[in-house]
């Protein structure tokens, strides 16, 4: 079983369109799919728009559970809750938000605004993660993510530890934009295992915590 909450289409800068994307991860033996676009305020109201068709197809024809949501990206620190916010009127299933990453310039306190907002349910590659950004991350019900992108995953190490002393929960995500960088089973409990998690931890990530947000989604849903 394998779980992704955040991938990229042609919709922002990913390769493959959304259908494809989806066609894919059944392929690799997805259970669920979150397709999080890059996006800002000019661009997610269309983004959410034309994912949410190609999910309804895949639900109705295939029976897989694909989610439109948005990866807010770059976006001011400061304007994370609104725009939050935003998305989930506009009908994002779930709302990420590209964090600090250790290898693109994030503006400062990206982090600090995405663990305290709850619209948000995904801090993705938060790289330098404080102490106090995990406690609040587990007091809100944010998930943070063990990446399997080149260059975002160079943090994965310190973000599970920081994340485990707090109680944060972790998943694994591949923010993937080509066909290639997309999660096995294998490689998820790879990506996982090598941050430093127990079997145990790495069962809790990819299974139990990726099912209640899930559930989480589906409810927002119904």
């Known amino acids: 079983m394998v779980y992704d909450f955040h991938t990229h289409t042609t919709l922002s800068d990913g390769v493959l369109l959304p259908m494809e994307l989806i066609r894919r991860c059944i392929?690799?033996?997805?259970?669920?799919?979150?397709?999080?676009?890059?996006?800002?305020?000019?661009?997610?109201?269309?983004?959410?728009?034309?994912?949410r068709r190609d999910c309804a197809l895949a639900q109705k024809y295939w029976g897989f559970s694909a989610f439109p949501g948005v990866e807010l990206t770059h976006v001011p620190a400061a304007s994370i809750g609104e725009l939050a916010a935003e998305a989930r009127r506009m009908g994002a299933a779930h709302v990420v938000v590209h964090g600090q990453s250790p290898v693109e310039p994030v503006e400062p306190?990206?982090?600090?605004?995405?663990?305290?907002?709850?619209?948000?349910?995904?801090?993705?590659?938060?790289?330098?993660?404080?102490?106090?950004?995990?406690?609040?991350a587990a007091e809100n019900g944010v998930f943070l993510e063990l990446t399997g992108k080149d260059g975002h995953s160079l943090g994965n190490g310190r973000v599970a530890r920081v994340a485990l002393d707090a109680g944060a929960k972790l998943i694994v995500n591949s923010d993937g934009h080509t066909p290639d960088q997309l999660l096995t089973e294998e490689k998820a409990r790879k990506i996982a295992r090598l941050a430093g998690l127990t079997h145990a931890q790495v069962e809790q990530a990819l299974l139990d915590n990726a099912e209640e947000l899930v559930s989480r989604i589906k409810g927002r849903l119904d």
């Open 27 to 51: 392929v690799n033996g997805y259970s669920a799919l979150g397709i999080a676009d890059h996006s800002s305020a000019s661009t997610m109201g269309r983004v959410v728009r034309e994912v």
């Open 109 to 136: 306190g990206t982090n600090l605004a995405a663990v305290s907002c709850e619209d948000v349910d995904v801090l993705a590659h938060p790289g330098d993660l404080t102490e106090e950004e995990a406690r609040l």
